[in-house]
Nanobody
Framework: QVQLVESGGGLVQAGGSLRLSCAASGRSSGTYFSTSAMGWFRQAPGKEREFVAGISRGGDRTRLADTIRDRFTISRDNAKNTVYLQMNNLKPEDTAVYYC?????????????????WGQGTQVTVSS
């Protein structure tokens, strides 16, 4: 069973930066991770879960939501079974629980239903 564990969330002032990490662990996690597209989603209170960023298996293709395109970057290190979300110039509206997810696909999808395994989430709070 592969598990995803996010870390790096916290409280930051507007304009600040955070780097989220998501590590895969468990049996055959290395193979599973390197053959999966990875995505970051977020969910604010009272709102639906929304796509933030996604990256292909090899890291050569990324997709970013329009709302964060100029501020966030997604990357991955398959040797470490870890995907990252670098968040710069954070805004109060970025406050949410951030989830990473894995999809055993060659494409990078933006819909949550495409992803098979999810982490437990990490809270990001941006104060004004």
């Amino acid at each position: 069973q592969v598990q995803l564990v996010e870390s790096g969330g916290g409280l930051v002032q507007a304009g600040g930066s955070l780097r989220l990490s998501c590590a895969a662990s468990g049996r055959s996690s290395g193979t599973y991770f390197s053959t999966s597209a990875m995505g970051w989603f977020r969910q604010a209170p009272g709102k639906e879960r929304e796509f933030v960023a996604g990256i292909s298996r090899g890291g050569d293709r990324t997709r970013l939501a329009d709302t964060i395109r100029d501020r966030f970057t997604i990357s991955r290190d398959n040797a470490k079974n870890t995907v990252y979300l670098q968040m710069n110039n954070l805004k109060p509206e970025d406050t949410a629980v951030y989830y990473c997810a894995a999809d055993r696909s060659s494409a990078v999808f933006t819909t949550a239903s495409s992803y098979d395994i999810w982490g437990q989430g990490t809270q990001v709070t941006v104060s004004s």
